[in-house]
C-alpha cells in the first residue's frame, strides 16, 4: 500500500510501505506517520524541512529515503540505525557533514549528496561496504578519509564541479569502478596510478587544467568512453597518443 498525504498514511498506519510526501511544503516531519513503522519507501523531497526527528529510526524496514531540495542541515545519528537502507538521497540540501556513525548503514548501495556543502567524509565512511554509486557533483568535498580503497563495490563515481587541488589517487584503488566524472580547476594532472583501474569504462575529465596524460591510462585496456571537456590538451596530439586503447567514444 502506497500513500500521498498524511490522511491516508495515518489511516493506513502499519499497513504502509510507500509514502510520498513530495513538494507539500512541510517544515518537519508529521508524527502522524509514527505508526508507519513498516515503510519501505519514504519521499520527503522538494519540502522545507529542516530537521528529522529521532524517531525516524522506528522505520527499521525502510529501504529508501528520499530527501533532496529541503534546507536540511544535518542528519541525526537515528538515521544511522537505518540497518536495511539501500538507497539515500539527500541532493541540493544544505548538509555540511555526515554523521560519525554513518558506516552503520551496512546495505546503503546507492547515496546522492550532490549540490551540498560537504567538504570531507567521516572515517566511517568507509565502512560502506555495499555502496555501488555515490554522486557528490556540485559539492564542496577536497578530501577523502583514509582507506577509501575499502569500498570494493563502488562501481560509480562523480565528483563533477568539487573543490579538489589534485586527483585523488585513492580512486585508482578501487577494483570494481566503472565509471567516473571528476572535474576542478585545481586540478593541473592526472597520477600514473590511474592505470591500475582495471574495471574503468567510462571516464570524464572536465575543467581540469592537465597539459598531458599520463602513460599510465594506456593501461586502461577496458576504456571505451573518454570524455576531456575544458582542458589544456592539444586534441591532435592527444588522439595520437591514445590510439593504442580501443576507445569507441572520444570527445576532447
Do not use: V
Request: aromatic share 6%.
Amino acid at each position: 500500500m502506497d500513500a500521498t498525504n498524511l490522511r491516508d498514511a495515518k489511516k493506513a498506519g502499519a499497513e504502509l510501505i510507500e509514502l510520498y510526501l513530495d513538494r507539500k511544503r512541510y517544515k518537519s516531519l508529521s508524527d502522524k506517520i509514527k505508526d508507519c513503522i513498516n515503510l519501505e519507501i519514504l519521499s520527503l523531497q522538494e519540502n522545507k524541512i529542516t530537521e528529522l526527528p529521532d524517531w525516524i529510526s522506528d522505520f527499521s524496514k525502510l529501504e529508501e529515503l528520499y530527501l533532496g531540495g529541503n534546507p536540511l542541515e544535518q542528519l541525526p545519528d537515528a538515521c544511522c540505525k537505518l540497518e536495511n537502507l539501500r538507497i539515500l538521497s539527500c541532493g541540493g540540501t544544505s548538509l555540511k557533514e555526515l554523521p560519525e556513525n554513518i558506516g552503520n548503514l551496512k546495505k546503503l548501495e546507492i547515496l546522492s549528496l550532490e549540490s551540498t556543502a560537504i567538504q570531507n567524509l567521516p572515517e566511517s565512511f568507509c565502512n560502506l561496504s555495499k555502496l555501488r554509486r555515490l554522486t557528490m557533483t556540485y559539492s564542496k568535498i577536497e578530501i577523502l578519509p583514509p582507506n577509501f580503497e575499502q569500498l570494493e563495490n563502488l562501481e560509480e563515481l562523480s565528483f563533477s564541479m568539487t573543490g579538489f587541488t589534485e586527483f585523488p589517487k585513492e580512486l585508482c584503488k578501487l577494483p570494481n569502478l566503472k565509471r567516473l566524472s571528476i572535474s576542478s580547476p585545481k586540478i593541473e594532472q592526472l597520477p600514473e596510478e590511474i592505470g591500475e583501474m582495471d574495471s574503468l569504462i567510462e571516464l570524464t575529465l572536465s575543467g581540469c587544467h592537465i597539459s598531458a596524460l599520463p602513460k599510465g591510462i594506456l593501461k586502461l585496456k577496458n576504456l571505451r568512453d573518454l570524455a576531456l571537456y575544458n582542458t589544456k590538451l592539444d586534441p591532435k596530439t592527444t588522439k595520437e597518443f591514445l590510439s593504442p586503447l580501443n576507445i569507441s567514444d572520444l570527445i576532447i
